[in-house]
């Protein structure tokens, strides 16, 4: 069964730093693409970053550019997401998504929470 | 990036059929026949329906159909059950080689 579980989400203050964990489990994760997706509260979804399977490209949305840095690690099974200068824009649920050739997500994560408040 | 167009809400009875549509340009929706769905729940991540324009997602009901014209592609829903109320979202691939999302629909059954 595929699985993703995001993990490190948390309250933090505007400016500060924040790295995400996206764990996936039952199938070859080195095989796929995967995105950072995001919804503010009560908002749509929002693209936040791409990575390549073998991690040597990434792709961030503009509003996220400079600031926040994807990254894999085939060994661990395991996609991050770096995020830095973080603003109350950023707030919301962070989703990781398993990307199908054909650009569609067929398998989503639960979420992790990130609230950016002083 | 701009998002796809989408109604804010649209709304049917059980038993009626309803049409959601996803209006973009001709850098993602018009070009490419790469544009999916996403139906989510309140407090759910987003569950894939449609792919491809009108492929269903595994285990989706066949009472959801794609479609596209142009620069708009169009979700349908067919005898309207009250657990399809949720939140609806369309994506498309861009000419900037990545993916756009619609602002979302919310499908109330009344």
């Known amino acids: 069964e595929v699985q993703l579980v995001e993990s490190g989400g948390d309250l933090v203050q505007p400016g500060g730093s924040l790295r995400l964990s996206c764990a996936a489990s039952?199938?070859?994760?080195?095989?796929?693409?995967m995105y950072w997706v995001r919804q503010a509260p009560g908002k749509g979804l929002e693209y936040v970053s791409t990575?390549?399977?073998?991690?040597?490209?990434?792709y961030y949305g503009n509003s996220v550019k400079g600031r926040f840095t994807i990254s894999r690690d085939n060994s661990k099974n395991t996609l991050y997401l770096q995020m830095g200068s973080l603003r109350a824009e950023d707030m919301g649920v962070y989703y990781c998504?398993?990307?199908?050739?054909?650009?569609?997500?067929?398998?989503w994560g639960q979420g992790t929470l990130v609230t950016v408040s002083s | 990036q701009s998002a796809l167009t989408q109604p804010p809400s649209v709304s049917g009875s059980p038993g009626q059929s309803v049409t959601i549509s996803c209006t973009g340009t001709?850098?993602?929706?018009?070009?490419?026949?790469?544009v999916s769905w996403y139906q989510q729940a309140p407090g759910t991540a987003p569950k894939l329906m449609i792919y491809?324009?009108?492929n269903r997602a595994s285990g989706v009901p066949d009472r959801f159909s794609g479609s596209k014209s142009g620069n708009t592609a169009s979700l349908s829903i067919s005898g309207l059950q009250a657990e399809d109320e949720a939140d609806y979202y369309c994506?498309?691939?861009?000419?900037?080689?990545?993916?756009?999302f619609g602002g979302g629909t919310k499908l109330t059954v009344l």
């Open positions: 039952g199938f070859t994760f080195s095989s796929y693409a």
């Open positions: 994506s498309s691939y861009t000419t900037s080689g990545t993916v756009v």
């Open positions: 001709s850098s993602d929706v018009g070009t490419y026949n790469r």
């Open positions: 990575i390549s399977s073998n991690g040597d490209k990434t």
């Open positions: 998504a398993r990307l199908r050739g054909t650009w569609y997500f067929d398998y």
């Open positions: 491809e324009v009108s």
